[in-house]
């Protein structure tokens, strides 16, 4: 995959002193492009493990200095901040992180007898897969639900992540903040000039 | 992130202004005012206005923050998510329902300051659902004595909406002119023209020509995420400042925690949380206003000697009927750029299953609008929805600009196992969370099924291709249901509780059914309806 295949050129922090941005945006995205947070929750075999799991979730062989999504994460763990709501028969945020990360790590040892981080990326896919089914072979998971594990929490926070990066919003074309400015031309085929032009507008992809 | 309290010394942020004051008065804990109300939404702020400007004394206390949307508001998903009630609750039943995200508000103004600022009435009937469609139950009063405060509402919020409504009884025009459509909103449209139905522009809460110091919509796309320039007609920055001014006081950060019974049998005020200290606001009169979820917790909270189940309670209904809107949803690519990101998230509707009777394999209605999720929240429904991950999830999402879609506000029934409880955990302030109890009625997925179908076919109409379909709810309401009879009803129709004289209801909790529309106006209507009728009450000096 070419990042920019879709929107050559287009690059949604150009507009950062234009009008469409304004400073509590820039107070917001500078955080996020400029310092991300350090490990402080997770252990390292932790952060190890989830980062393995994230770069299969949302590969990025395209970039040479990927979307950090790991990182958040942690932060969030450490802060305890989650959704605000979760099922009774789920743990605690922290706990629900830590048990799952355990399972998925005994899952690997179940299955190939070598850590999630030491199989190959068709075999972590495999797995992860497995979870998404419920197809599953460690004990571990009597603690908590596999599927609602990988789709609501890796899945669901992973994407959110990566797709909270102004570096994802240039790639999917997405005009990004647009305060005070907005937005002029609203209909079909319609595009202001601060918009993201497509390379081939017709070409599903 | 850390959140400081922002009223008090005798002023309250402004919120059109950066670092901007107002004046604000103050009443003392031990000072008894007549209405102290908790929760400052759609219901609580209104009535606040309402109650202040015919001169009672008003203290609002608000779990939230107090914003100045210029400020505090950055065009991004992920630190919008401040917005949410994002303490701890836990969802299960067959189908539980998600919480924390839209259907929950945190803050002053409540969830109408994410609120996507639909604003519709009701259908007339539903207030005789039971009565003249067999489903549902009737409410305790009627659309010809709701149309008034409808009217009120819709001014007070100056909606920008069409010169004709296509649906419901006539009435006055909408106080602003209707926004451009956007291309989103024109797919909807359509698909309805080619299917040889009725659509119409949705009437919006969000101002298309500059009102006081609210200047017009810029479409800048982020309506669910908090207006960072006030065009947003939110109770934040119309009821709330007209409540002040009115002399109101709004307390920030104040969680309200038990309500306090006198021996008398009336309430004598709220013990509140605020800046680590538990404190107690005598009252005359106390309104909980925390919508469908926060004010059955502060009833079943507030059980004492009189009433072991909760306050409130001798019906045994405080929690029961919750009700949401179910929100199937269909997605397609089209060949022309979208670009759903521009304008309100919903611009276009179609609410001809909640006028047709004929031709239903269920009772109840829905309507359903044009769509325009931002890339976090369209990522995540993309990869729960599909169960993409990897290089497709990526590749899915470069479609982005090419996507539209049309998603559902579908009536559930009011079943009493459907219902909010007391967990045994406890919240960061010491009190039981709530648990929330949901499961879909074989008629509440039969009404989905139909909304899917239908609605897919009219994507397929407007040019959509491989369509696919996601599940969704939004809006919890009738867990303190208003009615005529104290068996059946926590509250009469004018929200004032059977068993505690003096305690009221004022917010979504007490919709009897939920209607197949977005509830906000209803509420607002609903308050004001309250509001009057209280000083009408005093007047007669029946309080």
Redesign the interface.
């Known amino acids: 995959?070419n990042t920019n295949a879709?929107y050559p050129g287009y690059d949604v922090l150009a507009k950062w002193d234009s009008p469409s941005?304004?400073?509590?945006?820039r107070?917001?995205?500078g955080r996020?492009l400029d310092d991300v947070p350090p490990r402080r929750f997770l252990s390292e075999a932790e952060w190890d493990l989830l980062e393995a799991v994230n770069r299969?979730?949302?590969?990025q062989p395209d970039r040479l200095e990927p979307i950090p999504i790991t990182p958040w994460i942690d932060a969030m763990l450490m802060e305890n901040?989650?959704?605000?709501?979760?099922?009774?028969?789920m743990p605690?945020?922290r706990e629900c992180w830590r048990l799952g990360l355990a399972a998925l790590a005994d899952e690997a040892r179940c299955r190939h007898g070598r850590d999630f981080t030491a199989l190959d990326a068709a075999e972590q896919?495999v797995l992860?897969q497995a979870l998404?089914v419920q197809d599953v072979r460690s004990p571990q998971w009597q603690a908590l639900h596999p599927e609602r594990f990988f789709?609501?929490w890796l899945?669901?926070t992973a994407?959110?992540?990566?797709?909270?990066h102004p570096w994802?919003?240039s790639?999917?074309?997405?005009?990004?903040?647009?305060?005070?400015?907005?937005?002029?031309?609203?209909?079909?085929?319609?595009?202001d000039p601060w918009?993201?032009r497509?390379g081939k507008?017709?070409d599903?992809? | 992130m850390d959140y400081l309290p922002r009223t008090g010394q005798g002023r309250a942020p402004d919120v059109f202004e950066r670092g901007g004051w107002m004046p604000m008065r103050e009443y003392r804990d031990d000072e008894a005012v007549d209405f102290a109300i908790v929760g400052a939404g759609a219901g609580g702020s209104t009535l606040a206005c309402k109650l202040a400007e015919a001169g009672f004394s008003v203290v609002v206390l608000e779990a939230g923050p107090f914003w100045r949307p210029l400020e505090d508001f950055a065009s991004d998903e992920e630190a919008q998510q401040q917005l949410y009630w994002l303490d701890e609750r836990l969802t299960s039943g067959a189908d539980p329902i998600a919480l924390g995200g839209n259907n929950s508000g945190w803050g002053v103004g409540g969830s109408t300051v994410h609120f996507s600022m639909i604003s519709l009435r009701f259908r007339p009937e539903w207030f005789r659902s039971r009565s003249l469609l067999g489903y549902g139950v009737d409410w305790p009063l009627s659309y010809e004595e709701m149309a008034p405060y409808y009217e009120e509402a819709e001014r007070a919020l100056a909606i920008s909406g069409p010169l004709r409504y296509p649906w419901g009884p006539p009435h006055r025009r909408y106080p602003y002119r209707e926004h451009e459509m956007n291309a989103a909103g024109l797919v909807l449209a359509r698909g309805a023209e080619r299917m040889g139905v009725a659509w119409s522009a949705v009437p919006l809460a969000t101002v298309s020509a500059p009102r006081g110091k609210s200047p017009p919509c810029v479409y800048r796309g982020f309506c669910n995420f908090g207006c960072s320039t006030n065009a947003k007609q939110s109770a934040l920055v119309v009821w709330i400042p007209r409540a002040l001014r009115a002399g109101a006081e709004v307390r920030d950060l104040a969680m309200a925690g038990r309500i306090e019974l006198h021996a008398n049998g009336l309430a004598s005020g709220v013990h509140y949380r605020r800046s680590g200290q538990w404190r107690f606001q005598r009252a005359r009169n106390v309104v909980v206003a925390g919508y469908a979820i926060e004010t059955p917790r502060l009833l079943l909270n507030s059980s004492c000697p009189s009433f072991p189940q909760g306050l409130a309670n001798r019906s045994g209904l405080v929690g029961t009927h919750l009700t949401t809107h179910a929100g199937p949803g269909v997605w397609a690519r089209f060949d022309e750029e979208i670009r759903w990101n521009k304008g309100p998230p919903n611009m276009a509707v179609c609410e001809h299953w909640n006028y047709t009777d004929d031709g239903k394999d269920f009772a109840g209605g829905y309507a359903f609008m044009s769509q325009g999720p931002l890339p976090r929240a369209w990522a995540q429904l993309v990869a729960t929805s599909r169960q993409l991950w990897g290089g497709r999830l990526r590749e899915a999402m470069l479609d982005y600009n090419y996507m539209s879609g049309l998603v559902a506000v579908a009536e559930t029934e009011p079943r009493p196992g459907n219902r909010v409880i007391l967990a045994d955990e406890r919240d960061r302030h010491g009190l039981p969370i709530a648990h929330v109890e949901f499961s879909y009625s074989d008629n509440d997925r039969r009404m989905q099924e139909h909304a899917r179908r239908y609605m897919g076919r009219m994507l397929e109409a407007a040019g959509g291709k491989d369509p696919w379909t996601s599940e969704d709810t939004s809006h919890i309401l009738g867990t303190c249901r208003m009615g005529d009879n104290p068996e059946t009803s926590v509250v009469d129709s004018i929200g004032r509780s059977w068993d505690v004289r003096n305690l009221w209801i004022c917010d979504g909790s007490l919709f009897p059914t939920s209607g197949g529309v977005n509830p906000s106006l209803t509420i607002q209507a609903l308050a004001c309806r309250i509001g009057d009728r209280i000083r009408t009450l005093s007047a007669r000096g029946e309080l």
């Open positions: 995959m879709r941005f304004d400073d509590s945006t107070r917001v995205l996020r299969r979730l949302l590969p901040l989650g959704e605000g709501f979760r099922h009774p028969d605690p945020l896919d992860l998404a789709t609501h899945l669901k994407a959110g992540i990566y797709y909270a994802a919003w790639e999917i074309g997405f005009g990004g903040p647009a305060s005070p400015r907005g937005y002029v031309r609203l209909g079909f085929d319609s595009r918009e993201a497509a507008a017709k599903p992809g």
